[in-house]
């Protein structure tokens, strides 16, 4: 089963304006992390924001935030403000403490377009 | 913030010989290093977590004999394809954990795309 599930496989969003971003997660683990990595065409991976599973407030990292629902097992990004520059693809992604390590699971990903 | 390095950032090999990919923290010790496969418009895959001076393991699928990982050092860990088809063409990604920094921190590589004729 996957542990993590982008739906989205591509979204388009007009500058300036706010898009959320879906990501479902599961894990019977209580202690874990999620993640949430841009990857522009050059194909570096960008971190943009951290949520703990033990974390009551959502994330925030400038113009990110991370709706996290525990109950619901989502951690959607919102990006607000959007800028052309944010055209990438997006990867949600958790971390498990499994055994003693930490093991990163990335989800498919979905496709950002930014349009002027 | 910290920076991983991968060299080459390209490479194109002929079908059966070997490929040697580095990945290097630049200014911080990695304990744990990650190596990720991703084919175009993919997921990264993880293929194998290698802690230094330990044996690499190695995901379900991976094959250990033919990408030899080797963690010699703190700040260096190597992936080696060996006898390369073309199938192994993708996209090769290294991350590295700080060992002293925040524990969910991990730091990845720019790539190296892999091209076997």
């Known amino acids: 089963a996957q542990k993590i599930t982008q739906t989205q496989p591509g979204m388009f969003v007009q500058e300036k304006e706010a898009v959320t971003l879906d990501c479902t997660y599961d894990?019977?683990?209580?202690?874990?992390?999620l993640f949430w990595y841009k990857q522009p065409s050059s194909g570096e991976m960008i971190f943009l924001i951290y949520?703990?599973?033990?974390?009551?407030q959502n994330a925030t990292e400038g113009r990110y935030s991370l709706n996290f629902q525990k109950a619901r097992k989502s951690a959607n990004l919102v990006i607000s403000a959007s800028q052309l520059g944010d055209s990438a693809m997006y990867f949600c992604?958790?971390?498990?403490?499994?055994?003693?390590?930490?093991?990163?699971?990335f989800g498919r990903g979905t496709s950002l377009i930014v349009h002027p | 913030g910290a920076v991983v390095s991968q060299h080459p950032s390209r490479v194109i090999c002929k079908s059966g010989t070997s490929v040697k990919i580095e990945c290097r923290s630049l200014?911080?010790?990695?304990?744990?290093m990650f190596w990720y496969r991703q084919f175009p418009k993919q997921s990264l895959m993880l293929m194998a977590t290698?802690?230094?001076?330990?044996?690499?393991?190695?995901e379900q699928g991976v094959e250990k004999d033919k990408f030899l990982i080797n963690h010699a050092s703190l700040t260096l860990s190597t992936l080696t394809v060996t006898s390369a088809h073309p199938e192994d063409s993708s996209f090769y990604i290294c991350?590295?954990?700080?060992?002293?920094?925040?524990?969910?921190?991990?730091?990845f590589g720019p790539g190296t795309r892999l091209t076997v004729t």
């Open positions: 991350s590295a954990r700080d060992r002293t920094g925040i524990h969910y921190e991990q730091y």
């Open positions: 894990t019977s683990d209580q202690s874990y992390g």
């Open positions: 949520q703990g599973s033990y974390d009551e």
């Open positions: 992604a958790m971390r498990e403490f499994s055994g003693g390590s930490y093991i990163p699971t």
């Open positions: 200014d911080f010790q990695a304990t744990t």
């Open positions: 290698s802690n230094e001076g330990s044996k690499a393991t190695y």
